[in-house]
């Protein structure tokens, strides 16, 4: 079989690339930075956010929709907000096309120039502020606090390097926005949506996160205060998995937004946002994926088991269609997503590579002679292991595998990343560990001055300061200046 | 009580204003044209997503997503497509903001000029053009045929009337685009979605609908045939309750999509695309509801059963709670959503009102006395009826009567339907049936000048042309010129 992808230890970014479009997870559109989504890749997607969406509805939130487009005046009502995204804006400034030309080799199509909209609209790149303008018609009172809202859409930010999955003008994702009667409470919101996401991404995604709050310079635009979850990638660079923001009341005062507490009085009131996005498809293929294709844990794994049958008459394929028909039922009784993929125009070698390629947890094949013997051919996507097994309890060792799939996955994923975590005192072992990639665990004198010029020198950034941090006494790798605590360093998608 | 809703009688449009704002449905936003889906809106709108993409799948579809953007050129290719669809362009023309100004004072925030795109973006109205232009790259042989696609996504339509849900500048919905070898697959697909919406129409949404082809005026833009399904609101007006186009070759041949036939020889992928909107939530809000607010089909309610516990004491509220707790058990494990409405800040006539205005199908009320009697008191929405019923058996009585409900409402939006469904054959008796209000079912000599003519002088549309439809020899009601069949003409939304 001729090799499909790219090895990592040859080319990890093209290794990547060549996965995502072959894997049928996503290709580039003729729009520039603009991705599609295809099949496969949504359907993992959609898969994701189910588990995310009854996260978020069993911690009391709901969902609505707000407008696809922000006026600028919006945007630019909170001053930090409007530098941090200016940049990055899409601007429609017209609402209608004409024809000219009277012949259909004359004919062309252009902007209407009568049609210049009296305000440029944006298109959302997060809506805290379209959010926040509706949210003061909305709360009067304590009584309708707190206002635990989520949305589901897509956002543009026109990104100048894209890259699939990981950087795109338009992405899809999901953003929190709550609202809340005081500060404390704000922050327990704050704080439980990281823990949603830090659920998520350890026991759906299989993937370890750290825990931690964002330096100022890296806070959103807009925040009090950033947490954030920060996932390790195979090549030991850190991607951000989630963001959760305390927004303090910035946005209640941009917008005007008080209530009268149970005094009577007006306050202005404390807001939260949080958000996972698209993004996360580019961590889960980072994470777990080889040579061979795609890895994806049992929990979000469109297709859970697919059965292929190996066969030269017709006869063969009925009995072995009569056996694995009834191994389904069993399997979806238990809630197994289960295919037969009993095409007859492929071979099973290619199928096995398709299915490969395409991250399918568990494998079997079911030849005649695994009839007679009463067992079939089991694979393990993740160990790339093969066993013939009886097929008396399948339906029960098939469920137990992908359980164990599943932690092997997340285990795999957390050793590794426990093995590239290196803890350094002094600017030349900072930047070896940096060469051989991964986490580094290192004192800093927590200014920005010294962030910059570490990122200037090394592309190392400040991914995070851990919650609940260890502290300690040391001095900064760069500065030598006393410090408190170990921060997390690394180059980051 | 204070009545909360203007009364259809009095003025109909401003109930379904009322109804859609305070039933927590939807809103107007700060951006023309464009609405705020409130969190009860949603809820219904999830519930309707739910039903028609397990449809979608189970009829051997798969989801995917395509750019928000589209370039202008793209739009142009299909000559009646971008006629249909340029008036109501939302245009992207500039990709960054900058910020004039030096003190808080004079501070701007403006388009940056320096960042014009060359060729200008249009917001999708549609998303025919962008698709396949990537189906191209993905269609090469009859092996990767038929190609069934759908996408959720938000659309833009520059609409200058707007209403909520039933006209709005960005609005919430699914795109099927599908890819066949031959024109009869593709006729059987654009039946076969046809189907899909009218069953989902009528068993979800409890709306009874006429399954019809349109006139080539009424046309999707590109389209050979367009297929719809029509419903009747309260008011007598039509509602187009979604679409299924046979695009033919057309866009295979403005995008220059050609697949190898089984003998090698290249040949036009043949298309369809189809699409139901949140235009469905105005229909079923008109199709169902009443002065006193919303009506939910069981099936589609976000909670099917609200408990509102009658108490003076916690003493009583904790015997009501250990009751309800018992029958929320009964009733989930029945797959049945529902509510123990026990905030202690509202009284029980409060909450009864908001939960009918909301149109939660089944409330149940429980006393103290009921509790002795071993009673509950059961009030059904859609007759809002009363009865005590016994505790025993409840939660099979409460499934029943959810079915039941659901099926009355269809029954008597099918006879509301027939009842205002009038045949006429003359002018005059079409004119004064358009007055009373319904559909008329009137001969038509087939002609586009002949149909907006009576567009002109009544303001009424050929709904559709039903399939199936009676040949009987007639004369049309304008032009007395011979007619085959009688078509379905109404004033619509």
Chains 1, 2 share one sequence.
Not at 138 to 161: C, T
Not at 408 to 419: F, S, T, V
Request: hydrophobic residues 40%; aromatic residues 8%.
């Amino acid at each position: 079989m001729a090799k499909v992808l790219t090895s990592r230890a040859d080319d990890y970014n093209q290794w990547y690339q060549d996965l995502v479009t072959k894997a049928d997870l996503a290709d580039h559109s003729a729009v520039r930075g603009c991705m599609v989504i295809k099949p496969h890749g949504y359907a993992i997607w959609e898969k994701m956010q189910q588990a995310l969406d009854k996260m978020f509805k069993d911690t009391g939130h709901v969902n609505a929709y707000f407008p696809l487009f922000i006026p600028k005046s919006f945007l630019s009502k909170e001053a930090k907000h409007v530098d941090g995204f200016a940049q990055e804006c899409a601007v429609v400034t017209h609402h209608r096309l004409k024809t000219i030309g009277d012949t259909p080799e004359t004919r062309q199509v252009v902007v209407d120039e009568k049609a210049k909209l009296d305000e440029e609209l944006i298109v959302r790149p997060t809506s805290e502020t379209i959010i926040w303008n509706t949210y003061r018609d909305w709360i009067k009172s304590h009584r309708d606090l707190p206002l635990l809202i989520n949305q589901w859409a897509n956002v543009v930010r026109w990104e100048m390097r894209t890259r699939l999955f990981l950087r795109t003008a338009e992405f899809l994702w999901q953003e929190g926005h709550t609202a809340h009667a005081t500060k404390q409470e704000a922050i327990e919101e704050t704080e439980r949506m990281l823990d949603v996401y830090a659920e998520f991404a350890e026991n759906f995604m299989a993937i370890p996160v750290i825990k931690g709050i964002k330096t100022p310079n890296e806070r959103f635009a807009g925040a009090e205060e950033t947490y954030c979850i920060e996932a390790m990638m195979q090549d030991g660079k850190a991607l951000q998995a989630g963001t959760s923001h305390f927004l303090g009341q910035n946005f209640a005062k941009a917008f005007e937004v008080k209530f009268a507490n149970s005094e009577n009085k007006l306050e202005y009131v404390w807001a939260t946002s949080w958000g996972v996005s698209t993004r996360l498809m580019g961590a889960l293929i980072m994470s777990h994926s080889d040579d061979a294709g795609l890895v994806i844990p049992p929990k979000l794994a469109p297709i859970q088991v697919v059965i292929v049958p190996i066969f030269r008459s017709e006869e063969e394929l009925k009995a072995i269609t009569d056996a694995a028909n009834k191994l389904m039922t069993d399997l979806r009784a238990k809630n197994i997503t289960v295919k037969f993929d009993n095409n007859d125009k492929d071979r099973p070698g290619f199928k096995f590579a398709q299915h490969e390629l395409k991250g399918v947890p568990v494998r079997l094949g079911i030849g005649p002679k695994d009839l007679a013997n009463g067992s079939v051919e089991m694979a393990r996507r993740d160990l790339m292991t093969k066993e013939v097994v009886p097929m008396e309890g399948l339906a029960q060792r098939i469920a137990d595998t992908l359980d164990d799939i599943q932690s092997n996955m997340y285990k795999k994923a957390l050793e590794r990343r426990e093995a590239m975590t290196h803890y350094v005192n002094t600017w030349a072992e900072f930047e070896a560990a940096l060469d051989k990639g991964g986490f580094v665990m290192a004192h800093w004198d927590g200014t920005a001055e010294t962030e910059a010029r570490i990122k200037e020198q090394t592309k190392a950034t400040i991914r995070c300061i851990p919650l609940n941090n260890k502290q300690e006494d040391g001095q900064c790798i760069l500065t030598g200046k006393p410090s408190k605590e170990r921060v997390v360093f690394a180059r980051a998608y």
